[in-house]
């Protein structure tokens, strides 16, 4: 039997997990697989109280580069590369770089698909 600490790291795996999920599959609903552009942005569907949100876009205000790298596939270098070229804006909070969730969004509404 597991022990507590272990059911709640796994519990949180498993949200994790389930937010990465849903992220991709609002890409994939929003026409990014298909090589289109979105015809609508990513909606925020508000979270019900008898189950946990659906994706990190619904429960959190900022997101950190990792948890744009996780959502995305991309990799830290290409995110700091949006961020310097001033595609991707950016808050700093001491040393950690945090991307509002709006503005993952426009940047992400705004890839070119070829």
Request: glycine share 6%; charged share 30%; hydrophobic share 30%.
């Amino acid at each position: 039997m597991l022990n507590r600490e272990t059911r709640e790291k796994t519990r949180e795996l498993f949200m994790h997990l389930r937010c990465v999920l849903s992220l991709t599959e609002e890409l994939i609903s929003a026409g990014l697989s298909e090589n289109t552009r979105p015809a609508a942005p990513l909606t925020r569907t508000e979270p019900s109280s008898s189950k946990p949100p659906t994706s990190q876009l619904d429960q959190k205000l900022f997101l950190t580069v990792k948890d744009i790298c996780e959502a995305t596939g991309l990799g830290r270098s290409t995110i700091f590369k949006s961020i310097s070229e001033g595609r991707l804006r950016k808050v700093k909070y001491g040393n950690k770089t945090l991307v509002h969730v709006e503005d993952f969004r426009t940047w992400v509404k705004g890839w070119k698909v070829s």
